[in-house]
């Protein structure tokens, strides 16, 4: 069992930055899949970032809206995920959750578990 607490989520206007976080506890190593998701509202939940670290190597994959402006990191020795979002737009608007686990390790990957989420709010 994993358990996912997100917290860094708020308010900013456009072209401002936001790093969330996510602490995990529970079956994890640094070798499982771990990723960032975001939902707005009516919309379908899509990937922004997943990343998983193999023989000393982290892999990572962005959704193409993110990419350039975000940064998904790991620090293993607190296992805790992080999301560096920078130059953030109004539609980068949504609730954000962390997720863990996944068999296939890509961005529509069908992880296990999920944090309740925390929620980004860009205004123009």
């Known amino acids: 069992q994993v358990r996912l607490v997100e917290s860094g989520g708020g308010s900013v206007q456009s072209g401002g930055s936001l790093r969330l976080s996510c602490a995990a506890s529970?079956?994890?190593?640094?070798?499982?899949?771990m990723g960032w998701f975001r939902q707005a509202p009516g919309k379908e939940r899509e990937g922004v970032a997943i990343?998983?670290?193999?023989?000393?190597?982290?892999?990572?994959a962005y959704e193409d809206s993110v990419k350039g402006r975000s940064t998904i990191s790991r620090d293993i020795a607190k296992n805790t995920l992080y999301l560096q979002m920078n130059s953030l737009k109004p539609e980068d608007t949504a609730m954000y959750y962390c997720?863990?686990?996944?068999?296939?390790?890509?961005?529509?990957?069908?992880?296990?578990?999920w944090g309740q989420g925390t929620q980004v709010t860009v205004s123009s």
């Open positions: 997720a863990a686990d996944a068999p296939a390790c890509v961005l529509r990957g069908n992880f296990r578990f």
């Open positions: 529970g079956d994890t190593d640094s070798s499982t899949c």
């Open positions: 990343i998983y670290i193999a023989d000393s190597r982290a892999y990572y």
